[in-house]
Every structure is written in C-alpha cells, then in structure tokens.
C-alpha cells in the first residue's frame, strides 16, 4: 500500500511557475506509474500527466509544453513542473500511483491562479 500526500500549491499570479510534490510513502514507489490529475467543483476529475515506471511521460494536450512531470524513485517523489500558468489552471491538484494491482490517491493541494 502507497500513502501519498501532496504539497507545493499556493497563490499565484498568471505567468507564474510552481512546483508540485507528490511524496509516496510505504513500499514499491518505484513499481507505480505515477499521475497527476485535478479537479474543480462541479466537474469530473482530469487527468493531467503520467510517467510510467521506465520515465515515459504522457500528457493531456492542454498542458502538453507549460507542465513537466518527473519522478526521483531515490526520494519516493513525483513533481509536476507547472509553467506559464493561466486562470483556468485553478483546481484542486491530486497525485495518484498506480500499479496493476488498484491505485491510491493523495489528498491534493490547491493551486489558485489569480492577478
């Protein structure tokens, strides 16, 4: 089982980069392909980026070039890189591991992008 908690959101104005952390906890950090994903209320939560256990990276096209996910399997860690951020990046932030056996979820962070 994996414990995941997620830091580094915050207020920030658009233009601006942050950098989040996804600290994993428990055995195996290395096995899981790790995720991002968020959410806003009243929608679904959207996949964001993923990189496998081999550091192949995926994703989604509105994101694709402003956010870089990385993993340092030393550290037990997954970052989401976030630059040129805009108003509409907004949302609650979340990390996910997952591994052919189920998934696990953090509790998110909240990034808020605002002038």
């Known amino acids: 089982q994996v414990q995941l908690v997620e830091s580094g959101g915050g207020l920030v104005q658009p233009g601006d980069s942050l950098r989040l952390s996804c600290a994993a906890s428990g055995s195996g950090f290395s096995r899981y392909a790790m995720g991002w994903y968020r959410q806003t209320p009243g929608k679904q939560r959207e996949f964001l980026a993923i990189?496998?256990?081999?550091?192949?990276?995926n994703y989604v096209e509105s994101v694709k070039g402003r956010f870089t996910i990385s993993r340092d399997n030393a550290k037990n860690t997954v970052y989401l890189q976030m630059n040129s951020l805009k108003p509409e990046d907004t949302a609650l932030y979340y990390c996910n591991a997952r591994s052919p056996s189920g998934q696990y979820w953090g509790r998110g962070t909240q990034v808020t992008v605002s002038s």
């Open positions: 990189i496998s256990r081999s550091d192949s990276t």
